[in-house]
């Protein structure tokens, strides 16, 4: 169903890099939970120094600092440890489900597009409805040597964004899906 100056097959898949991918998505996992686990337990590790503080015992500024630095260590300390249970419990197995299970592929004027294990996403999206196609790059994506396309689309609610994160060689496949996009998007 393609036209007479389409030089791409009418349905293919997209590569996806899934073993970089789901280093990215554990990884990113773990960040998330230890940083903000370790913030709220330093914290909290802080707020339990003015105990020691209303009793009187501390005799010097020094004795204050290293109250401190050991009631907000010990807090840290407490909070990476439960990111990491979290993390273990939660985040690790689903970043490799994650990573897994996401498929992008073109069926003539349709984007394709399946995510998720236990509750599956397909969603098929016309050309025309797509607006603009953006290739993401940052620091994590860029130490696990992926990218990310993200779509503009219209009829997208309160989601008019979509994000594929790890397509392979993310800037020439943006290239294609726009040069696609405008010769199938009236198909």
Avoid at 83 to 108: E, M
Wanted: charged fraction near 20%.
């Amino acid at each position: 169903m393609t036209s007479g100056n389409d030089k791409y097959p009418s349905a293919f898949t997209i590569a996806i890099d899934r073993e970089r991918l789901r280093g990215y998505l554990r990884t990113g996992s773990l960040i998330a939970w230890t940083g903000v686990l370790a913030i709220f337990g330093a914290l909290f590790g802080f707020a339990t120094i003015t105990k020691a503080i209303d009793s009187g015992e501390l005799h010097s500024m020094r004795e204050l600092i290293i109250l401190i630095a050991t009631h907000t260590l010990i807090g840290m300390g407490a909070g990476i440890t439960v990111g990491l249970v979290c993390y273990l419990c939660l985040s690790h197995w689903q970043s490799a489900l994650a990573a897994r299970y996401i498929a992008v592929s073109v069926d003539g004027p349709f984007l394709c597009i399946q995510r998720g294990a236990f509750i599956r996403s397909d969603r098929k999206i016309h050309f025309r409805c797509i607006h603009d196609y953006t290739v993401i790059d940052h620091w994590l994506a860029r130490r696990f040597g992926i990218q990310t396309l993200q779509m503009t689309v219209s009829g997208g609610g309160q989601h008019p964004f979509i994000l594929i994160p790890g397509i392979k060689d993310a800037l020439k496949t943006r290239d294609m899906l726009a040069e696609i996009d405008s010769q199938r998007e009236n198909g």
